[in-house]
């Protein structure tokens, strides 16, 4: 057990650039999420997939945004035409699909300035 | 809408001491609730967990209360270490969606 891994763990982009982030989950965890967190905030749901299968949307993912997990292993976040409003730490998280008391494992986050 | 709510932003208590984070919640859906512990530049860690049919959970220095009619959980810290120092974020969650929503956090100092 590896852990969530991410990359890039930080991203400084110019206003108007397209980003992408990509996460490895653990291995046998089923499900992948996606969070924001912003300076004082607590993380905020962007979206979840169960193996490839992209489940919910939250509406702060705009259509700038877009996830895939393809083949239901790694995921990638894009960000396209970056703005100011998008720096954040983006935390990707993974879970066995039983059980939500087992709550998370959450990712080092991409943590992106956009200038 | 706030769902999860920690109404302490922060929060200072003498290392040896217990620590008590407090965290309400407004969706009586939520029956699964988690504290995470979160260092800078780190993702969240994974403390605690409480399902609604529980009323306590306890493992080793850390304890969780759930008052579910006054929707109300709390974390408490026995005895408080320097390196709990930290920002502790709880989590709600409705168990058909296993999606966590989180609470702003409050920053625990635990002073030497």
């Known amino acids: 057990d590896t852990g969530v891994s991410q990359d890039p763990r930080h991203k400084i982009t110019k206003r108007g650039q397209n980003v992408t982030f990509r996460c490895d989950p653990i291995?046998?965890?089923?499900?992948l999420y996606w969070y924001r967190q912003t300076l004082g905030q607590g993380p905020e749901f962007l979206t979840y997939?169960?193996?490839?299968?992209?489940?919910?949307k939250s509406r702060l993912l705009s259509d700038r945004f877009s996830a895939e997990r393809p083949k239901g292993s790694f995921s990638t976040l894009e960000i396209q035409r970056t703005e100011q409003g998008d720096s954040a730490m983006y935390l990707c998280?993974?879970?066995?699909?039983?059980?939500?008391?087992?709550?998370?494992?959450f990712g080092s986050g991409t943590r992106l300035t956009v200038v | 809408d706030q769902q999860v709510k920690q109404n302490s932003p922060s929060l200072s208590v003498q290392e040896g001491r217990i620590s008590i984070l407090n965290c309400d919640y407004t969706?009586?859906?939520?029956?699964?609730f988690l504290w995470y512990k979160k260092y800078p530049a780190e993702g969240p860690t994974f403390l605690i967990s409480?399902?609604?049919?529980?009323d306590k959970n306890e493992d080793g220095r850390f304890t969780v209360f759930l008052n579910k009619s006054a929707k109300h959980l709390s974390l408490h810290i026995v005895p408080s270490q320097p390196g709990d120092s930290a920002v502790y974020f709880c989590?709600?969650?409705?168990?058909?969606?296993?999606?966590?929503?989180f609470g702003t956090g409050t920053r625990l100092k635990v002073l030497a």
């Open positions: 989590a709600a969650s409705d168990s058909g969606t296993y999606k966590y929503i």
């Open positions: 969706n009586s859906m939520f029956d699964y």
């Open positions: 998280a993974s879970s066995r699909l039983q059980g939500a008391s087992y709550g998370y494992t």
């Open positions: 409480i399902s609604s049919i529980k």
């Open positions: 291995s046998e965890h089923n499900r």
């Open positions: 997939f169960q193996n490839e299968a992209q489940l919910e």
